[in-house]
T-cell receptor
């Protein structure tokens, strides 16, 4: 299985809602990532988990809360979002390579989030 | 600014022609990767080239890396309409954790 799955595909939420994005991989990868991508822009790294521990948090607002319950699952909990948070949220995973540097990343199809 | 900058921002060619995209970066890297993204979809990894490599091939793709100039290029030969997509370079920085930064991307349009 060389697939990263993400649910839901689309999500519309109000600014007072709480929702979660889910990501799953069964490739045995120990690094997992969340990216945010606005239209016609490159993906921007939000969080990196390595061996289920948060290793990078790119100064993301606390209304985004990541969670890695086990080596196959990655969640992104959303609360009190703003309309400018509307974007494509991408999950990815990779093996750790030599000296800890990450190899190629496998991406899920993304969740298209709209905040009203 | 982003670590990886790409040019051109957009490229329109006829089917059968070659397409070349360039990427420049600012700091030393462990490896450089190229990804492809069809509209609104996830990214697909194309090629990874390590800092001690100068050239790599995969099918119709050829990637070069010049660490002295901090630049890389992606060449797609004999392009097809199905190659229409956005192409991103990505570099990995060691900032205490390994951080991937994507370039701005080149939007390629191949006309049939």
């Amino acid at each position: 299985d060389t697939e990263v799955t993400q649910t839901p595909k689309h999500l519309v939420m109000g600014m007072t809602n709480k929702k979660s994005l889910k990501c799953e991989q069964h490739m045995g990868h120990r690094a997992m990532y969340w990216y945010k991508q606005k239209a016609k822009k490159p993906p921007e790294l939000m969080f990196v988990y390595s061996y289920e521990k948060l290793s990078i948090n790119e100064s993301v607002p606390s209304r985004f809360s990541p969670e890695c319950p086990n080596s196959s699952l990655l969640n992104l909990h959303l609360h009190a979002l703003q309309p400018e948070d509307s974007a494509l949220y991408l999950c990815a995973s990779s093996q750790e390579g030599l000296a800890g540097a990450y190899n190629e990343q496998f991406f899920g199809p993304g969740t298209r989030l709209t905040v009203l | 600014s982003q670590q990886g900058e790409e040019d051109p921002q957009a490229l329109s060619i006829q089917e059968g022609e070659n397409a070349t995209m360039n990427c420049s970066y600012k700091t030393s890297i462990n490896n450089l990767q190229w990804y492809r993204q069809n509209s609104g979809r996830g990214l697909v990894h194309l090629i990874l080239i390590r800092s001690n490599e100068r050239e790599k091939h995969s099918g119709r793709l050829r990637v070069t890396l010049d660490t002295s100039k901090k630049s890389s290029s992606l060449l797609i030969t004999a392009s097809r309409a199905a190659d229409t997509a956005s192409y991103f370079c990505a570099t990995v920085l060691n900032t205490g954790g390994f951080k991937t930064i994507f370039g701005a991307g080149t939007r390629l349009f191949v006309k049939a």
